[in-house]
T-cell receptor, first 115, second 112 residues
Framework: SQKIEQNSEALNIQEGKTATLTCNYT??????LQWYRQDPGRGPVFLLL?????KEKRKERLKVTFDTTLKQSLFHITASQPADSATYLCALVLYSGGGADGLTFGKGTHLIIQP | KAGVTQTPRYLIKTRGQQVTLSCSPISGHRSVSWYQQTPGQGLQFLFEYFSETQRNKGNFPGRFSGRQFSNSRSEMNVSTLELGDSALYLC???????????FGPGTRLLVL
């Protein structure tokens, strides 16, 4: 079955280092991939969108790569800060024979930046 | 612009009851999607409405239904509540279908 996999274990990173989160997917043919941030008790907040014909996208300290051959996206936070601690979700839009399906989210990776 | 609003924020119901949740999208957004979030299953897509029509539906039983009004506001209904329906229900709006989602704060439903 089609699925999205993110590292379900918490990722502990020392402040100032680069945090790298992984999103792997199977059997999808996504047109684009999105990354969201979610804080406890709140709804997810959109961060970045990368299209299938883009290799890399940047926004301030954030960088996303998209490798459709490996079926993988990497999400980087450089110069990480404790305020970056949150759960990060990747999401794909599925396109099947019947057209676009719902936006499918991974279960997220809990990132902890330690001072 | 005001963000996505959801009411109520918290709700306690008992098994067998039914519940209606409300969502007001960002002004100008025509697509509203609903998601269920639980610790075990993560964020799962329920359905999406665009211009009052259901465009996509996730893998949930028929007890879960929704609708969208002409002003793009949306409601979600769950009938015959089960304990497993306890979750955070999130609504998200976007300009067009499947575009970047702007989420509301969610409604936390507890079924006893």
């Amino acid at each position: 079955s089609q699925k999205i996999e993110q590292n379900s274990e918490a990722l502990n990173i020392q402040e100032g280092k680069t945090a790298t989160l992984t999103c792997n997917y199977t059997n999808y043919s996504p047109a684009y991939l999105q990354w969201y941030r979610q804080d406890p008790g709140r709804g997810p907040v959109f961060l970045l969108l990368i299209r299938e014909n883009e290799k890399e996208k940047r926004k301030e300290r954030l960088k996303v790569t998209f490798d459709t051959t490996l079926k993988q996206s990497l999400f980087h936070i450089t110069a990480s800060q404790p305020a970056d601690s949150a759960t990060y979700l990747c999401a794909l839009v599925l396109y099947s024979g019947g057209g676009a399906d719902g936006l499918t989210f991974g279960k997220g990776t809990h990132l902890i930046i330690q001072p | 612009k005001a963000g996505v609003t959801q009411t109520p924020r918290y709700l306690i119901k008992t098994r067998g009851q039914q519940v209606t949740l409300s969502c007001s999208p960002i002004s100008g957004h025509r697509s509203v999607s609903w998601y269920q979030q639980t610790p075990g299953q993560g964020l799962q897509f329920l359905f999406e409405y665009f211009s009052e029509t259901q465009r996509n539906k996730g893998n949930f039983p028929g007890r879960f239904s929704g609708r969208q009004f002409s002003n793009s506001r949306s409601e979600m209904n769950v009938s015959t509540l089960e304990l497993g329906d306890s979750a955070l229900y999130l609504c998200a709006s976007s300009l067009w279908s499947q575009e970047t989602q702007y989420f509301g704060p969610g409604t936390r439903l507890l079924v006893l």
